[in-house]
């Protein structure tokens, strides 16, 4: 009995010491046999934990300010803009005046051969505009007629700034808002034409000045109201990670730095609460004065008002830079947290081609101006990309940092890629900044065509990663826009050719002007010696014919081409030839005809000139134009009355001046698009399943996204 007793104790200390040892083994885990603990690595499931904590708070800023209803009404928050506007005003009448100078300079044949040189004005006239010296009599006639006047008087701030003038002038103290009478306007242009160096002008000086005259101007029943205010109260600066995307950090685990690339701290919150501390009886606002004029939107006024100056002294106080130095901290614990990497440094990269991209968005419109910036600062960002891809020391961390930027790009410049640009139908895209250029100049000059020629020939290794920027690797797509911006210079006969520099003499140039009112000139410079040097811009037919050669027929939008493909009904195939002898003329569908398999017809229900341009073909209009045509081994056919007659005769390619090459690349377009409409629509069962798969999982996300927000 006690021998079995000791067996079977025997047995259960072994079995103890076998689930002990098991234990302490996956404890221990070596080598991670039994799988590693579940850690979040730096993937887009940490962007999205980050994003669900939406705002953090990283600073905040306690003050007070003291308001009343005269700065209300007169909103001296708007000092600098106002300061700012001013000055850019002055230079301009300061320009005005600096040209009529130099066109004083001149001798009076030279005034009168520039002024007036096909003699259209009076005796009188003449005399007085471009004879007679500057004089208070007749200076704003010289200014309307020599420049811009009439633009500049209607400038921001010209009346106040002109009375400003006149009032130190004239050493007056007077409300510098009163307009100028025409006599007085007259005698301070004069004085300000014969001041050698000008003292009077500070803009500081004017603001002010501007802010005294406001005050004063205001109505009696405003200026009668008295009210006075101590506000004490909180702005909250920090992070909304609302806006975090994937490609905008990056965490090097092994130095343990985050690079966190556009995305910067901002005010979150402010606010004044009827009491600041209410447990020792502070109150927010504290009234110093009031008068019975005074009424609750006024109150209203004067608190909203109080606010706005508690963010700006916050601002010049530093919160922007505390919530910085302090979200670095707080951000490096959380991805610590996140990922259990030791994050020691964290960086903030205030990159300018986010903030830009925020600011172009602003009014969901791209200006020439705005998107010749923001190409600018694409360049530059592939040097610097170059720069680290190419670095010798600590490759790795520099390839990872070039990604990071690379992404960024790619992100910014989808989002610019869905606004108008300009007057331009087509959104912005690689070509928009140089179509625009040469519309508005009117002309393709010899950089322009250059740049036009560069596109057909062979290209750098960095030409070629800055359109994969663009257009990732839709070759076609670039290859579409091309063909567009080309087909528009063709179809306005927008002249080619280059400016040619030259110079006459004056009375020579005189006759060249009266006689020749179609060159365009450029650059005109009238010179002491009676000459004049200029460029003169001059048409080069030549180009002008190989511009057809240079363009390719095909038109291409991805969405588009996808929505034919996926369509049923926009291509069907008739194998019954001997029943079709006729084929009406429809905008909405054309046919296509392999001449290797003549018993089948295509019929292609998408208009024609979605795909190419009907134009170049001699395939638009109602009159005189062909109803089929030879492209390679294919027969494009519009209409036909005959047709076993225009399968066997179709219309020469040499009729439309084309080259086979551009005709058979139309082909191999049509060719494109007919067998990939055959691929999906005869897809094996997996791939129909795999595809209807795929686009439910896509539309639950994008349900679970709307959710979310």
């Known amino acids: 009995m006690i021998r079995q007793i000791l067996g079977s104790a025997r047995l259960i200390l072994q079995i103890l010491l076998v689930v002990a040892a098991v234990v302490l083994i996956y404890m221990w885990n070596p080598m991670n046999v039994f799988g590693g603990k579940a850690i979040l690595k730096p993937t887009a499931n940490m962007v999205s934990e980050i994003r ?79 004879v007679d010296k500057v004089g208070s009599n007749n200076i704003l006639e010289k200014l309307n007629y020599l420049g811009e006047w009439e633009q500049t008087s209607r400038l921001i701030f010209f009346e106040e700034i002109m009375t400003f003038f006149y009032l130190k002038q004239n050493d007056k103290s007077n409300s510098i808002t009163d307009p100028l009478r025409e006599n007085r306007l007259r005698k301070t242009l004069k004085e300000m034409y014969d001041a050698e160096g000008n003292n009077f002008w500070n803009s500081a000086t004017f603001t002010s000045d501007y802010y005294a005259s406001k005050l004063s101007d205001r109505p009696r029943s405003e200026a009668k109201k008295s009210l006075a205010m101590i506000g004490r109260g909180t702005v909250k600066a920090g992070f909304d990670f609302e806006e975090l995307q994937s490609h905008m950090y990056y ?25 600041f501390i209410p447990e020792k009886g502070i109150p927010g606002f504290d009234l110093l004065s009031y008068n019975g004029k005074v009424d609750f939107k006024d109150s209203k006024k004067v ?38 990497v030791e994050v020691k440094k964290v960086f903030f990269h205030h990159d300018e081609l986010i903030d830009l991209t925020k600011e172009i968005q602003e009014d969901r419109f791209i200006s020439y101006e705005e998107a010749t910036l923001f190409e600018n600062h694409l360049q530059s960002e592939l040097v610097k990309i170059d720069s680290l891809k190419e670095a010798t020391t600590d490759r790795y961390n520099n390839r990872k940092l070039a990604d990071t930027k690379w992404n960024t790009m ?50 750098t290794p960095q030409k070629q990663l800055y359109e994969k920027l663009w257009i990732a690797d839709d070759s076609l797509l670039l290859k579409s826009q091309f063909n ?38 450029k650059e005109i410079t009238f010179l002491p010696d009676s000459t004049v040097s200029y460029y003169q811009f001059e048409k080069d037919n030549k180009r002008k014919d190989s511009l057809l050669h240079l363009i390719g027929l095909e038109k291409y939008q991805p969405k588009a081409w996808e929505d034919w493909i996926t369509n049923k009904e926009n ?18 569908e054309f046919w296509l005809v392999n001449k290797e398999v003549p018993d089948q017809l295509i ?63 139309l082909e191999a377009h049509l060719i494109k698009l007919y067998t990939e409409y055959d691929a999906y629509h005869n897809r094996d069962f997996l791939t129909k399943a795999n595809r209807w798969f795929t686009s439910k999982m896509e539309s639950k996300a994008g349900i679970l996204e709307k959710f979310r927000e």
């Open 571 to 588: 291509i069907q195939k008739i194998n019954k030839l001997d029943t079709v002898h006729g084929l009406n003329p429809k905008f909405s």
């Open 410 to 459: 790619v992100q910014m410049l989808k989002q610019l890629q869905t606004y108008e640009f300009e007057s331009q139908i087509p959104p912005y895209n690689y070509f928009s900044t140089l179509w625009y250029k040469i519309n508005k100049d009117g002309l393709v000059d010899q950089e322009e065509w250059s740049i036009i020629q560069r596109e057909n020939s062979s290209k």
């Open 603 to 665: 019929q292609i229900n998408i208009p024609l000139d979605k795909l190419t341009y009907p134009l170049l073909l001699n395939m638009s209009g109602k009159d005189n134009y062909n109803t089929s045509i030879n492209i390679g081994n294919h027969v494009i056919i519009k209409s036909s009355i005959n047709f076993k007659s225009d399968i066997e005769n179709p219309n020469a390619s040499s009729s439309t001046g084309l080259s086979q090459k551009q005709l058979e690349g």
């Open 251 to 275: 965490l090097n685990e092994e130095v343990g730095e985050l690079h966190i690339f556009g995305l910067a701290p901002k005010i979150l919150n402010a606010d004044i609460n009827p009491w």
């Open 484 to 521: 567009e911006g080309i087909f528009q210079i063709l179809k306005d006969s927008i002249p080619i050719g280059k400016y040619v520099p030259d110079t006459l003499s004056l009375k020579k140039w005189i006759a060249l002007t009266t006689l020749d009112t179609n060159s365009i000139f």
């Open 52 to 130: 669900e904590i939406g705002q953090m708070i990283t600073a905040e800023y306690y003050g007070e300010v003291l308001t009343s209803i005269d700065e209300v009404q007169i909103d001296f928050q708007k000092e600098p803009e106002i300061a700012q506007l001013a000055e850019a005003t002055y230079d301009i009448i300061v320009e005005e005046i600096t040209n009529l100078k130099n066109f004083h300079q001149l001798t009076v044949e030279q005034r009168l051969a520039i002024g007036d040189p096909e003699k259209q004005l009076k005796r009188r006239d003449r005399n007085k505009i471009l």
């Open 303 to 340: 608190k909203i008002y109080a606010v706005q100056k508690l963010k700006t002294n916050a601002r010049k106080a530093g919160i922007i830079e505390q919530a910085e130095l302090n979200g670095g901290q707080t951000i490096g614990r959380l991805i610590n947290l996140l990922t259990e």
